[in-house]
């Protein structure tokens, strides 16, 4: 009898991984992986084969012909998704006195200077985003080995170093996603939730395909958009055809 709750456990965990094997066949099966599809086309499979009990996030993967290792190729910028992301998004702020209440009307979650640091040297970092005054990285660099892994180092070249404070956390709050390439040149940035209507993930794609496209080092010889694939959370990804985006 004793063996019976772990038996049980086992056959339910095989129904679900035998329904969702077939879910995920069945997505598959809409799509042609040799067919570079139109933003268009592409968001719509990837919106029917978003099938999952929860709301997909929707991403975007691209794959650069850049080597991030060297500094004339690098790619990083900030890209305000004219939707949104469909998520909250929890913001810390480094910043005193008039900027720090700046920032607290904006709506910022956490706003500290030493005792942010602290907070975040104990590994309690309940936030996505982090965003500093010029003043403040002397204090925010000795952070670096804590934020830059998790990719929430603030940088002026994205608007996370900025006296603009007000904005910078209406930004993050609004919608303004971060994209870097990695290793590789790979960069992952979502652009939005399968509950979002087609016009709207459409617009999302856009916008960030343009700002990656603006973000194009000097240093990036031949193709610069070798791949680019759409997916939710769940499903399979789709190629998009990277002649509408490329130059």
């Given at each position: 009898?004793?063996?019976?709750?772990?038996?049980?456990?086992?056959?339910?965990?095989?129904?679900?991984?035998?329904?969702?094997?077939?879910?995920?066949?069945?997505?598959?099966?809409?799509?042609?992986?040799?067919?570079?599809?139109?933003?268009?086309?592409?968001?719509?499979?990837?919106?029917?084969?978003?099938?999952?009990?929860?709301?997909?996030?929707?991403?975007?993967?691209?794959?650069?012909?850049?080597?991030?290792?060297?500094?004339?190729?690098?790619?990083?910028?900030?890209?305000?998704l004219p939707n949104g992301t469909g998520k909250s998004v929890r913001v810390a702020v480094f910043?005193?006195?008039?900027?720090?209440?700046?920032?607290?009307?904006?709506?910022?979650?956490?706003?500290?200077?030493?005792?942010?640091?602290?907070?975040?040297?104990?590994?309690?970092?309940?936030?996505?985003?982090?965003?500093?005054?010029?003043?403040?990285?002397?204090?925010?660099?000795?952070?670096?080995?804590?934020?830059?892994?998790?990719?929430?180092?603030?940088?002026?070249?994205?608007g996370t170093v900025t006296m603009d404070v007000a904005k910078a956390v209406g930004d993050a709050?609004?919608?303004?996603?971060?994209?870097?390439?990695?290793?590789?040149?790979?960069?992952?940035?979502?652009?939005?939730?399968?509950?979002?209507?087609?016009?709207?993930?459409?617009?999302?794609?856009?916008?960030?395909?343009?700002?990656?496209?603006?973000?194009?080092?000097?240093?990036?010889?031949?193709?610069?958009?070798?791949?680019?694939?759409?997916?939710?959370?769940?499903?399979?990804?789709?190629?998009?055809?990277?002649?509408?985006?490329?130059?």
């Amino acid at each position: 009898m004793l063996g019976l709750p772990g038996q049980w456990a086992l056959r339910l965990r095989g129904k679900i991984m035998a329904k969702t094997g077939k879910r995920i066949a069945a997505a598959k099966a809409n799509v042609d992986r040799d067919t570079d599809y139109s933003v268009s086309d592409a968001v719509k499979l990837v919106k029917d084969n978003a099938t999952a009990k929860f709301d997909e996030t929707i991403e975007l993967a691209l794959n650069l012909g850049v080597d991030p290792r060297h500094a004339d190729q690098m790619v990083r910028g900030v890209c305000q998704l004219p939707n949104g992301t469909g998520k909250s998004v929890r913001v810390a702020v480094f910043a005193k006195d008039a900027k720090a209440d700046e920032a607290r009307e904006a709506g910022a979650d956490v706003v500290g200077a030493d005792d942010l640091a602290e907070q975040i040297q104990s590994g309690d970092m309940p936030f996505e985003r982090v965003i500093a005054t010029p003043d403040m990285m002397p204090l925010v660099g000795r952070l670096g080995k804590v934020l830059g892994p998790k990719g929430m180092m603030p940088n002026p070249k994205v608007g996370t170093v900025t006296m603009d404070v007000a904005k910078a956390v209406g930004d993050a709050k609004g919608g303004a996603v971060e994209f870097r390439a990695e290793k590789a040149g790979i960069v992952h940035v979502g652009v939005g939730k399968a509950s979002f209507s087609q016009d709207k993930l459409e617009e999302n794609v856009n916008a960030l395909l343009t700002a990656i496209q603006r973000a194009r080092p000097s240093g990036a010889k031949g193709t610069y958009m070798k791949r680019v694939t759409i997916s939710s959370s769940m499903g399979p990804g789709v190629k998009i055809d990277t002649s509408e985006v490329s130059t």
